[in-house]
């Protein structure tokens, strides 16, 4: 009984995000935001999320979390998809080589390159697809800003919609998260990314 109750809960839930994932697909915010990935690239986003954990695992970094690391990959994944198809000039390399890096999280997930300079970009994945907040680790926020953050909602494994972006300026330590973290809700994230590339 419990379990069908929570099988039930997970489905409503899905049908939550594919309801507004269709408003998002005809409105004018959101619409261009929209990114469908192919099955070879959700393998391919699985393959990285998998192979992080094992090199994690390999070095005794910390337990490995499967979910919360390919909900990341696919997120990173339609995001840097987003900015080539936008004529972004992004590369897949630092995602594709993070797998084999002691610490991926010491790196950012992409550069683009604006005006002939390299930016930073930092993406935050979320499966909240209303009220959503991008989050950043004490850790990450205190050692290494990124230039610019990202924040993308999965709707389903193969779809995302990016909810905005975001500068370091704009994360505030949030009291409602554990360990210090810093945030900043989606009501309150940028639009158009290049308000930030112009700073």
């Known amino acids: 009984m419990g379990q069908s109750a929570k099988m039930t809960k997970a489905e409503h839930f899905q049908k939550v995000k594919h309801y ?20 070879q690239e959700v393998n ?7 192979q992080r954990i ?10 490995g979390n499967i979910q ?6 696919l997120g990173e994944m339609a995001t840097i998809k987003w900015f080539v198809d936008q004529g972004y000039e992004a590369s897949f390399q630092k995602f594709f080589e993070s797998n084999v890096s002691l610490d991926h999280e010491d790196e950012f997930d992409t ?17 909240k697809p209303m009220n959503s907040k991008l989050i950043v680790s004490k850790k990450q926020f205190e050692n290494k800003n990124a230039e610019v953050y990202v924040l993308v909602c999965q709707i389903s494994e193969s779809k995302y919609c990016i909810k905005g972006f975001a500068s370091s300026e704009d994360l505030e330590k949030d009291p409602d998260l554990k360990y210090g973290a810093y945030s900043v809700n989606e009501k309150n994230l940028k639009i158009n990314l290049e308000d930030l590339l112009n700073k």
């Open 20 to 39: 507004l994932a269709g408003k998002w697909s005809k409105s004018a915010r959101y619409r261009e935001f929209i990114i469908d990935l192919t099955d």
């Open 44 to 50: 391919q986003a699985k393959r990285v999320a998998q």
């Open 54 to 63: 094992d090199k994690h695992k390999k070095i005794g970094r910390r337990k």
């Open 68 to 73: 919360r690391e390919t909900l990341g990959a």
């Open 111 to 127: 550069d683009l390159v604006w005006n002939g300079e390299e930016v930073s970009v930092e993406i935050k994945a979320t499966q």
